[in-house]
């Protein structure tokens, strides 16, 4: 069993592998990378790979130990996910009355016991120190056989004295190719693949929201709209269309569509195979644009959207953000 069932992490699983092999597995661990690429599964491979009497430190994939644990209901295996309401952190209270006691007590019938927390840096975020400061005081005195696993996708929102109690595992975002494989096994049409690849980030849950929605080809739309507002200098179509993205929930995928877009301008410009494009299932739309547009003005508006995707990280107005951006490339 292993690992070998979650496509395209080998490092990290070799790094598992191996303290699994010589019986020496952190206390706690930080797997960094994207959502949607293996983190959790990971996890849970993790636990049962210890856990399993029949193959130990392997996993047999059919044992009770481990059907319990992937049915969520073995005592030493337990999830903790963000709440969900307000900023969505756990709360000191929490941490003190159910994690501080489990940690005392566990492993209850097991040899080990493993604590996930995905999206730890929402659940545990830098600015509401005081429950971070309860969780690490319980990585600060490690009980034998009591794992933290924390997931994240951005480690720099947790305290620093919490990252470096764990040792870090890196997961990358996946390759074309898995991502494929993977839309291919949810029944995804082949049309819709393409696009939704181009847009997700290597992320196989942003893929399929992509591709169920058909929102990738919906993107596309988005950002050839705005190029066409900006190039013609429609100012009113611009102020709609900024209203309207500064309210979509999609807005950061629009954005990145658009960024893509021109990416894909300026390497068609310089003739890159078609191959290479991000939006290669429109092809013939790019080249078309590249003819008119210079590769220098494309790159300068990649430049342009990212910076714009700084600003918005740091609670800039989107509205008044977008116009910038928008009236800034005509
Ligand atoms: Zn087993």
Redesign the pocket.
């Known amino acids: 069993?292993g690992f070998s069932h979650i496509r395209a992490q080998e490092a990290a699983h070799a790094v598992l592998e191996n303290a699994l092999t010589h019986d020496k597995l952190a206390q706690a661990y930080l797997f960094v990378g994207p959502s949607g690429v293996g983190k959790q599964s990971t996890a849970l491979s993790l636990a049962?790979a210890r856990l399993?009497?029949?193959?130990p430190g392997e996993?047999?994939?059919?044992?009770e130990?481990?059907k319990r644990i992937d049915d969520g209901t073995h005592p030493d295996v337990r999830i903790f996910t963000p709440r969900d309401e307000g900023n969505r952190n756990l709360q000191v209270e929490f941490v003190r009355e159910e994690l501080l006691p489990l940690t005392k007590f566990a492993p209850f019938e097991a040899r080990a016991t493993f604590l996930i927390f995905p999206e730890a840096d929402v659940s545990f975020p830098v600015q509401h120190a005081e429950s971070a400061n309860a969780l690490l005081k319980t990585l600060e005195e490690p009980r034998p056989a009591v794992h933290f696993l924390l997931l994240s996708e951005r480690p720099d929102r947790l305290l620093p004295t919490i990252r470096s109690r764990c040792q870090r595992v890196r997961f990358s975002p996946l390759p074309a190719d898995v991502l494929e494989d993977i839309l291919a096994a949810h029944d995804v049409p082949a049309e819709s693949r393409a696009p939704a690849i181009a847009l997700c980030g290597g992320r196989a849950d942003r893929a399929l929201e992509l591709a169920e929605e058909d929102l990738a080809v919906r993107m596309l739309d988005v950002a050839v709209a705005v190029d066409r507002a900006v190039g013609e200098r429609k100012g009113g179509t611009l102020l709609e269309l900024c209203e309207s993205l500064a309210r979509d929930e999609h807005r950061d995928i629009a954005l990145e569509s658009l960024s893509l877009y021109y990416r894909d301008v300026a390497a068609a410009a310089l003739e890159v195979p078609d191959e290479q494009l991000a939006f290669r299932h429109r092809a013939e739309l790019i080249r078309e644009r590249a003819r008119t547009l210079a590769p220098a003005v494309a790159a300068e508006r990649v430049a342009a959207i990212a910076e714009l995707g700084e600003a918005l990280e740091r609670n800039a107005n989107p509205q008044v953000a977008l116009e910038g951006l928008f009236f800034g490339m005509s």
């Open positions: 069993m049962r399993c009497e029949v193959r996993g047999c994939g059919s044992c130990v481990e």
